[in-house]
């Protein structure tokens, strides 16, 4: 898997080195590995996760609401970047509205016009964005809680559940090749998965965590974002999720 240094990604995203630091000490893009020597290495899973940050600071979303966004077990990569091209296209409309109303200005109509700076439309599409969240989780005592958690979080803890989150993705990776999903080792990992969850989101039942396990395999928009990690990562960790909550049922 090819790497890219710190500054190569300055390079290929616009994003200055010092950004590129910051995000990595707030837990918000952490590199693939550190060197002995201290230098940061990135994957093609980092540049995806940093291209969806630039996508959200361009629609105006803080770091502290990205980091939420992102580090949420549920987290719908696919779904997420639909919405974001929704925003996008309602914030060039408006662009769009604005270069209209200067060219007006600039050939001497003097109408005082503030239609253009409107931004209804962008309001219903974030208005939008949560509804469809609390539609799909609003509902459970899982989700309520989950909000209530991660509103309190700042950048060092998000640092500390990004990372733990990274490390439990990579060490099923590391399994999936040498071991079955319905080994032990498999089912102490699904355990370790669930605990994270009930730690720093909601009480992640059996119950909860087969249903997540569930989506991750047969959502393909889940499937994609897990497999950032590892090709067919999703598919092992949903049967290891599996055979885990149907041992200890």
Known sequence: MEKYTVSQVSGLSGVSVRTLHYYDDIGLLKPAETTDAG?????????????????????????????????????????AL????????????????????????MKGEDQVNFSAFDMKK???????????????????AAYKESI???????????????????????????????????????????????????????PCSNEILAGLGEMYAGDERFRSNIDQYAEGLAEYMSKAISAYCQSAG
């Open 39 to 79: 230098y940061r290495l990135y994957s093609g899973s980092e540049l995806s996760r940093l291209q969806e940050i630039l996508f959200l600071r361009e629609l105006d979303f803080d770091l502290k609401e990205i980091g939420a966004v992102m580090s949420m077990p549920q987290h719908d990569g696919q779904k």
């Open 148 to 202: 209530k958690r991660t509103e309190a979080y700042g950048p060092e803890d998000w640092t500390v559940i990004t990372e733990e989150a990274k490390q439990l993705y990579q060490k099923f990776a590391g399994l999936m090749a040498a071991q079955p999903p319905d080994g032990a080792e498999a089912h102490a990992l699904a355990k370790q998965w669930q605990e994270h969850i009930t730690k720093y989101y909601y």
């Open 122 to 140: 962008m309001e219903e599409h974030k208005a939008k964005y949560k509804r469809e969240a609390e539609q799909r989780w609003g509902t459970s």
């Open 82 to 105: 639909s919405r974001q091209k929704a925003m996008l296209l309602a914030k060039i409309e408006r662009l769009n509205r604005l270069i209209s109303l200067i060219d007006n200005r």
